[in-house]
């Protein structure tokens, strides 16, 4: 009698049995990243090269698994979720910083390699990699490709994929592929903008080019009390205009300010209704001449009260606020959907009023803070999870959120990615026809559809 042997038995002892996981608890531990949605694998393949990814690739079609890339799992959309089951294939231990160029200023990388660990890297040699997901002590460079992962330096800085280079990447066939100047190799035409934002649905990142550039020599940071959420954004309109370009511009409302007076205590000034956290960089005499136009600026615009500084632990005092946001929310309720939507910078106090408006309508608390110079606004609807009805309100809140920002000219995510969580949406935003030309984009790349199924495009 003829034995066919187990072929998942025979590819773990292939790749070595430490990199195929199986067990229940190991397949649980990569079911989930920080969205609400929940898929458990049938294996997870911890990659240690771009060879495993290989075989595992090649595998997986042999056997008809389907493949969910993930880095370190800390996506807000549910990308990294394993939808259709099949093998997880996670890049965290592919995490070698492979060279830093200085006179070139660009940086080689596996995919695993932590964020921080980049801009550290890149700092020890006088370096910037300005890309600065609050998420950067715990994603991956590998995932922040994958997502074009945005943060609080957007705004004079740009995202990730003004960084990326060149990529290489293991094809749907199994094969090695190289995107833009990688190495020694400059690949024309550049595919890296397809791939950076794909959201592991197009190929999977074994390796990255990424631009550096000089640290700035300075930096200023204020923080800005308003009486009005319109002051505030007024404020930021008349500081683009007057050609400063801040480094970073939060804004914050009186929903989460409140929040964070009641989880910390701290007492704000009388009749605070928003705040504005702003930072300048660049050389040490310009600073002072911004930070003291910014002041005036928000002077004119019945400021508060206005603390600044130059001095980098001084700063740290500034910016305790904008850090006590995510823990002050989750006292609020056990629910949270956290939307990234961005609209013109000029639509932000209409996305704003229209929010609170939700917010009644639903009777649902809903605060909102962000990155005010690019627009990019985390609305944030609260709820209580164990509360059915409640869960569903807050489902149609988000849904008019949407609509009001697609009616603004905005975007469904400034950086979080579509995966899962949004995808249904994705009719708000796009037309037939160009929902049709991102499918044959995957399909080019992906005929079998075997990366990363039932993310971004909606089905039919
Ligand atoms: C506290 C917190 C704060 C956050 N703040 C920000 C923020 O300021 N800005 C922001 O943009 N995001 C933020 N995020 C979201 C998240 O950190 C980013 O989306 C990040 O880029 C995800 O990286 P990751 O390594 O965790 O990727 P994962 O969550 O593992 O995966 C994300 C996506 O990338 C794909 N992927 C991962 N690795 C690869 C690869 N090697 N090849 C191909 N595809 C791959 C996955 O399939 C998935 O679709 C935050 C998250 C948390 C928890």
New binding site residues.
Partial sequence: MLFRSNPLKTFQRALGRHKVLTSPEDLLTYSY??SSERSTPEMVVLAEAADDIIQSVKFARDEGYRI?????????SG??VPLRQGMVLC?ERMNDILGIDEENKTALVE?GVITATVQDEAAKVGLFYPPD???HK???I??????N????RCVKYGTTKHYVQGLE?VSARGELCYTGILDSKNSIPDLTPLLVGS??TL????KISLRLIDTPEARGTLRIFFTSMDYASNSVAEIMAAGILPSVCELMDKAVLDAITAYTGTQLPNNTEALLLIEVDGNREEIKGRVAEIESICNNRQAIEIASTENLEEAEQLWTLRRSI?PSLSRLASGKMNE?VSVPRSRIPDLLNEVRRISQRYDLPIPCYGHAGDGNIHVNVMYDADDTLQHQRSLQAIEEVFKEVVRLDGSLSG???I?IVKREFMRLQMESAELDTLRKIKESFDPDGIF?PG?IIPEG
């Fill in positions: 990243d920080v969910t890339p993930r880095g370190g799992g800390t996506g807000m990308g990294s890049t995919p997901p609050s998420s715990i994603s991956s590998g995932g922040n490709v994958a997502e992962a945005g943060g609080l990447f959201e592991g190929g999977i990142i074994t995510s990234d950086e979080h990615g995966g990363n993310k």
